[in-house]
């Protein structure tokens, strides 16, 4: 028994290896099949719990292997005990986070999984899809006055289940009740605004997090529940979901997120400052109030050694653009707009 942790890893290694080289199959078997089931489960028991069981399964992880560690060093126990402990516990930890998640990582791409055609690089047909995007966000501009969480939460729930269809969600894949970040301050100094829990199916939101930004974080986050594991895919997820929404409230908020992933690369373009100037004040406004919000409580040092972390987490786990990932919602979003099939398929599938 006290190697089986460790043939488990070699196991699910292997099956990391085979998923990734067969991503229609890692799709059918695991993604729409085994990981729904695996979904519900998880939520169902992380539900009647108001914190972080993810967060609480991190700092007793951490406590363990201090102890060992401590207990190697005064001699408590010896050091191939303290090995066989390590290596066990990490073992375990690695298998579960694939089984319970990572295997996701290995299915179709969005462009398969959703039949939205690549496009391809157009100068014109990128400005005519930002420009669209700045005449809808400036249309969609609302205050977050009157609007609360759990509202905002009912709302996204909402989209996500009518947009399930084209998505292809196996909805309701469980329950989705966001959790605030055990450390909300400390990951907020690394420009952290939510993340996903894998070994217990939580989502994760940042307390600093301005009402503007919570429609966009939430959907986002919910996107990694549903099994999306690429950033960029949450993000487009994210967008559709909420820009789809009858919400003003989610249609700003995804919006502007997405407007902030387009704007640094039209700076390229010879008339990036005409473009700017077609987005209201009021919008500028809230752009620059994000961005100096989280200026304002990022540290530098934590920032790039969580964006190096990040980064190395996300290529060993074959995303190639590692934390460039974000930014590919553009691509995303571009394949859909001018995919009109999938456009009117993404409409059709809603009033279903």
Not at 99 to 112: T, V
Not at 163 to 183: D, E, H, S, W
Not at 195 to 223: C, K, R, T, W
Request: hydrophobic share 45%.
């Amino acid at each position: 028994w006290a190697a089986f942790p460790v043939w488990l890893a070699l196991i699910t290694f292997g099956l990391t290896e085979f998923f990734a080289r067969y991503p229609g199959f890692t799709e059918t078997v695991y993604s729409q099949t085994i990981f729904p089931v695996i979904a519900s489960v998880l939520t169902f028991f992380n539900k009647w719990v108001s914190f972080s069981l993810d967060d609480a399964f991190y700092v007793l992880l951490a406590v363990f292997i201090l102890t060992i560690i401590l207990l190697t060093v005064f001699g408590k126990i010896k050091l191939k005990r303290f090995l066989l402990l390590l290596i066990q516990s990490l073992a375990v930890c690695y298998a579960l986070f694939y089984w319970f998640w990572g295997f996701n990582y290995y299915r179709s791409n969005l462009n398969e999984r959703l039949s939205v055609a690549r496009s391809k690089p157009d100068s014109a047909e990128f400005v005519r899809v930002l420009k669209d995007l700045i005449v809808q966000t400036n249309q969609s501009y609302c205050t977050f006055d009157n609007i609360s969480k759990p509202e905002i939460a009912r709302l996204v729930e909402s989209s996500y289940q009518k947009n399930a269809n084209f998505l292809k969600l196996k909805y309701p894949q469980g329950v989705r009740a966001a959790k605030p970040i055990t450390f909300s301050s400390f990951f907020a100094k690394a420009s952290i605004a939510g993340y996903y829990g894998p070994f217990f199916s939580e989502i994760h939101l940042n307390d600093h997090l301005l009402m503007i930004e919570y429609p966009q974080v939430l959907a986002h986050e919910s996107a990694h529940q549903f099994g999306v594991t690429s950033e960029a895919e949450a993000n487009f997820y994210s967008w559709l979901v909420c820009s789809r929404s009858t919400s003003k409230h989610l249609q700003y908020s995804a919006r502007i997120s997405t407007l902030s992933y387009f704007l640094p690369q039209a700076k390229r373009l010879h008339n990036f400052p005409d473009l700017v100037r077609q987005i209201n004040k009021p919008v500028i406004h809230d752009i620059r109030e994000i961005q100096q919000h989280w200026e304002d409580l990022r540290n530098e040092k934590i920032d790039k050694v969580a964006g190096k972390v990040n980064d190395v987490y996300l290529k060993t786990n074959k995303v190639k653009r590692g934390i460039e990932d974000y930014f590919g919602v553009v691509q995303f979003v571009m394949d859909f707009e001018t995919d009109t099939l999938a456009m009117k398929k993404a409409v059709n599938r809603s009033n279903q």
